[in-house]
């Protein structure tokens, strides 16, 4: 999943929301390197995208995605489905999309000092741009996929995805409502067992 879901299924635990957020970021020994509630949520991290890259309704929205984008039709799902999560805002929390994104901004920033330095420069465009919330928007996601095109090693087309969206909007938004209420509850659990492992220790 893409950073707008981690953020959501950190489920407004701060510590667990940075492990969340950094989770494509970090390497080595975890423990050495941070807080036992924010390795919980690198773990968690990992447990989600294990659980979707593996799921049959990603590999079916994936399928339909391949013939046009190839490798990168992961990525595409994931961002693809950050857009209706934040389209669709209101389904999952009762705060604003807006309220939500300052309080994820806030506290990133206040644990900046432990955050990986691969992961600043990015944070830094996704808070100016709030990329969190622009993805909801058809301009916005346009900016990020146009964005992503320019730095990918191989040709994506991923400028493209967009327009694939639009064309099958109903089945990615149909796939992504079943898929994502199934990944709250998978994630949920994730995380209390984890925190009973943790607290095992």
């Not at 667990?16 to 080595?28: E, K, S, Y």
């Not at 009762?94 to 206040?110: D, G, L, N, P």
Request: hydrophobic letters at 40%; glycine letters at 4%.
């Amino acid at each position: 999943m893409n950073f707008l879901a981690h953020a959501y299924l950190s489920f407004n635990d701060p510590k667990v929301l940075v492990g969340n957020f950094i989770g494509d970021f970090v390497r080595g020994n975890l423990e050495e390197q941070f807080a036992a509630e924010i390795v919980t949520g690198i773990l968690l991290h990992r447990e989600i995208d294990a659980f979707t890259d593996s799921h049959p309704l990603v590999k079916k929205t994936q399928e339909l995605l391949k013939p046009n984008f190839g490798r990168y039709s992961l990525v595409i799902t994931d961002m693809f489905f950050d857009h209706f999560l934040s389209r669709n805002w209101n389904d999952y929390d009762e705060r604003s999309i807006q309220e939500f994104t300052r309080w994820v901004y806030e506290v990133i920033e206040a644990n900046e000092a432990i955050l990986p330095q691969k992961f600043l420069a990015p944070f830094t465009y996704m808070k100016r741009e709030n990329w969190l919330a622009a993805y909801g928007t058809m301009e916005g996601i346009q900016r990020s996929f146009t964005g992503l095109s320019y730095r990918t090693t191989f040709p994506s087309n991923m400028e493209r995805a967009p327009a694939f969206l639009r064309a099958h909007y109903a089945f990615f938004e149909g796939s992504f409502k079943q898929f994502f209420e199934e990944l709250i509850v998978f994630s949920k659990d994730k995380l209390n067992q984890l925190r009973q492992e943790d607290d095992s220790l």
